[in-house]
């Protein structure tokens, strides 16, 4: 005897046997009839044993009357919650105001309620929908995800820039210690020579360095980001809040690179890393067979139609922040501090730091250069700095050195110098 499976699941507002139609109802008890046990009738149909129990008990079937508890206060207000939901990204709050300006008297947990599954039900139609595919050269995604590495000896927190094309599946990843705005159009220059070109659109999800007023009606591009796509000739598209597979491609990519490439590694710098990471790519994530696609991300490239890069020079982001030298002759930023030359003591600079490299100006000149430190509460000293400065060398016990600094630039404690700040200078 064959027996139907299409029996439903849906229980949340009723129970499993009274959701039964007349002819499932019907079926379990004439296979009850002809000798089948409860647990062999519930595993042929896919129902729960007691479920079978309920119905060969019960004298007659009772109709199932699904009931609805809308909140009255409220329903008047439906029609228009449903319509403009999906357009204010659910915000339960924006909705609010509105309906509050349309004769709405009710309370925000009321509405907020209401909203919940209109925003469940969209996230399941956004899950159910099918994948969206791009031609050659039209889409990147690009995203950030963050993991602890182990970088000269000591474990830290780095960002993880992924750059992915989304017809070839072609990646690029670099390893950086933030994810400012300059940092991020660093790593968009060398994702475009690292691709020897760019596509017509790039998707991303909502960073503060690229979207202004997030959460509002209509998320506004930061202008300072926008320059740089004009710059380079390609369109943003901003990834909408509640639809993660429209930038499943990226998020994919970075899963990857912490799955596959990061563990069990340690590096002496983030150079090593990225230097790593790129030499991965071409060995191992250019040359797999991707699941989805069901080619190598190197033979799908070659049909990559990428608008080429030409003679352009790099974008040029001025981004300065004025700093006062210390007696020290130490300039603070981001909870570090950086040495320049004694003679500026006690003068404005500007400070500027771009993919990890930090550089104090002063009236327009280069007066110093360090590597970012990867910690904070450091010192990076370079020696030259105070030459003819101190009357005698400052003991410094085992001096820890930077790892991307040069032999004579060194990273040292805040408590080491307390010397200096009290005064052993000659002017």
Same mark, same amino acid.
């Given at each position: ?253 970075? &899963? ?6 990061? =563990?069990?590694?340690?590096?002496? *710098?983030?150079? +090593? @890393?990225?230097?790593? /990471? ?108 105070? &030459? ?6 400052? =003991?410094?016990?085992?001096?820890? *050195?930077?790892? +991307? @600094?040069?032999?004579? /630039? ?18």
């Amino acid at each position: 005897m064959e027996h139907s499976k299409a029996f439903p699941h849906e229980l949340i507002h009723g129970r499993e046997d009274e959701m039964l139609s007349q002819d499932q109802w019907s079926e379990i008890r004439l296979m009850a009839k002809s000798g089948m046990s409860i647990k062999q009738i519930a595993r042929e149909l896919d129902i729960s044993k007691n479920t079978v129990r309920r119905v060969l008990r019960a004298t007659e079937r009772k109709p199932y009357n699904r009931t609805f508890k809308k909140p009255g206060i409220l329903d008047s207000f439906l029609p228009f919650v449903q319509a403009r939901a999906p357009e204010v990204n659910f915000n339960a709050t924006t909705l609010f105001r509105e309906i509050r300006d349309k004769g709405y008297t009710g309370g925000y947990t009321t509405l907020r309620q209401a909203v919940k599954p209109l925003r469940e039900n969209f996230i399941k139609a956004e899950a159910a929908s099918v994948r969206f595919e791009t031609p050659p050269g039209h889409q990147a995604q690009v995203d950030w995800g963050t993991s602890w590495v182990m970088i000269g000896g000591q474990r830290v927190k780095l960002h993880i820039f992924v750059f992915v094309l989304c017809y070839s599946r072609s990646i690029y990843v670099e390893f950086t210690t933030d994810e400012k705005l300059a940092t991020l159009i660093s790593c968009h220059e060398k994702a475009f020579r690292w691709f020897g070109g760019l596509t017509e659109e790039i998707l991303y999800d909502n960073p503060r360095t690229i979207v202004l007023d997030r959460g509002t009606e209509r998320a506004r591009i930061n202008p300072r980001f926008h320059d740089f796509c004009r710059y380079y000739g390609f369109r943003p598209r901003l990834c909408r809040p509640y639809r993660a597979r429209t930038k499943g491609k990226v998020e994919s990519g970075v &899963k990857y690179v912490k799955r596959s490439f990061l =563990p069990g590694q340690a590096f002496s *710098s983030i150079d +090593h @890393a990225n230097e790593q /990471v790129q030499e991965w790519i071409r060995r191992v994530a250019d040359q797999r067979l991707h699941g989805t696609v069901h080619e190598r991300p190197e033979e799908r490239f070659l049909r990559e139609k990428l608008s080429p890069l030409g003679d352009r020079d790099g974008y040029v982001l001025q981004t300065f922040e004025v700093r006062k030298v210390a007696s020290d002759c130490l300039v603070c930023y981001e909870a570090n501090r950086y040495s320049v030359p004694w003679r500026y003591t006690r003068q404005c600079v500007d400070v500027q730091e771009s993919n990890g490299v930090v550089r104090i100006y002063y009236r327009g000149q280069l007066i110093a250069e360090h590597q970012k430190a990867l910690r904070k509460h450091q010192m990076v000293i370079n020696p030259d700095h105070y &030459k003819g400065l101190l009357k005698r060398p400052v =003991p410094i016990k085992n001096p820890t *050195s930077f790892e +991307h @600094a040069s032999p004579d /630039v060194e990273v040292r404690s805040l408590d080491i110098y307390e010397a200096i700040a009290g005064g052993g200078f000659h002017g």
